[in-house]
């Protein structure tokens, strides 16, 4: 079945640096999300993406869907403490299209 | 306009014990589904219902059940509690059950069998 699979799992970072996190898929996809999960808390929808090579910014938040969306890859510029929880992204894929599987998440902490 | 709500946020049972997770959506939207979270393994989905009247099995149905009573309502039944079904269980709600919807979440309920 669909697997996604994300990359690092921690992910602890130096106030004002930048990261990357990263889902890979074993199938093809048909779109991808991504939400955020702050401690505690529950999973807040950030983005979709949905055509090959489609790249949405949001602030601080760049979001790439990679040319054979088999994988994408999320990217914060100088990181802030209010950047600080588990991220996931969640694919569907044919002939599934209405349920999402989700990657196990990077948890982001931030050393002020 | 309360988004997705569930009760309860908490609970503790002992194994064997039964017991319902409540969960409504007051954003009219046709599909729910129930999700368990456990460390290290993201949310997988348990079951799911595309429309009122549906429901079908999501990647980890068993020992759980579902009924959507109405468009607004989607209960999670687990019939025998056991241990491994301790967990943080989220409702969530969708406009349709194309994945191209984005998901709202429930706040959760943090469950803990004995």
């Known amino acids: 079945g669909q697997q996604v699979m994300q990359i690092p799992q921690y992910q602890h970072v130096q106030e004002g640096e930048d990261f990357t996190t990263y889902c890979n898929s074993s199938t093809t996809l048909s779109n991808i999300q991504w939400y955020k999960q702050r401690p505690g808390g529950h999973p807040v929808f950030l983005i979709q993406?949905?055509?090959?090579?489609e790249v949405k910014k949001q602030k601080r938040l760049t979001f790439q869907f990679g040319e054979a969306k088999k994988n994408s890859s999320l990217h914060i510029t100088a990181t802030q403490t209010t950047d600080v929880g588990t991220y996931f992204c969640a694919g569907t894929a044919p002939p599934n299209d209405y349920k999402l599987s989700f990657g196990a998440g990077t948890t982001v902490t931030v050393r002020a | 306009n309360a988004g997705v709500t569930q009760t309860p946020k908490f609970q503790v049972l002992k194994t064997g014990q039964s017991m319902t997770l409540q969960c409504a959506q007051d954003?009219?939207?046709?599909?729910m589904y129930w999700y368990r979270q456990d460390p290290g393994m993201g949310l997988r989905l348990i079951y799911y219902?595309?429309?009122?009247?549906?429901?079908d099995k999501g990647e980890v149905p068993n020992g759980y059940n579902v009924s959507r009573l109405n468009k607004r309502e989607f209960s999670l039944r687990l019939e025998s509690a056991a241990p491994s079904q301790t967990s943080v269980y989220f409702c969530a709600s969708s406009e349709d059950p194309a994945g191209t919807y984005e998901q709202y979440f429930g706040p959760g309920t943090r469950l803990t069998v004995t």
């Open positions: 954003m009219n939207h046709n599909s």
């Open positions: 219902s595309a429309s009122e009247g549906t429901t």
């Open positions: 993406l949905v055509k090959s090579g």
